[in-house]
């Protein structure tokens, strides 16, 4: 029954912002780390972000370093992703996954909520 599912993403202009939520069911995210990660076509899969549970350390990989930014609502077994600064390049299909830390195998994924930045 373990499940999340993304939400908020849609079309944005480049230098717009959007908050993306990863919603968990089925478990608690208090002690799992949580990575969100994106695709573009023709594009390998990149990780973007992962906040971790064990002392809630956060990363970014460095193309979304200062404009994007990861936290969590434990009451709300929510992530979210908050995206500012939005480039053409963010485009993608954003997924958030689950593992024990941040560097683990990732055990369950969400069904993805597409970007769009374009003018």
């Known amino acids: 029954q373990v499940q999340l599912v993304e939400s908020g993403g849609g079309l944005v202009q480049p230098g717009g912002s959007l908050r993306l939520s990863c919603a968990a069911s089925g478990f608690t995210l208090d002690y799992r780390a949580i990575g969100w990660f994106r695709q573009a076509p023709g594009k390998e899969r990149e990780g973007v972000s992962c906040i971790s549970s064990s002392d809630g350390s956060t990363y970014f990989v460095d193309s979304v370093k200062g404009r994007f930014t990861i936290s969590r609502d434990n009451a709300k077994n929510t992530v979210y992703l908050q995206m500012n600064s939005l480039k053409p390049e963010d485009t993608a299909v954003y997924y958030c996954?689950?593992?024990?830390?941040?560097?683990?195998?990732?055990?369950?994924w969400g069904q993805g909520t597409q970007v769009t930045v374009s003018s």
């Open positions: 996954a689950t593992a024990l830390g941040c560097t683990d195998p990732y055990d369950y």
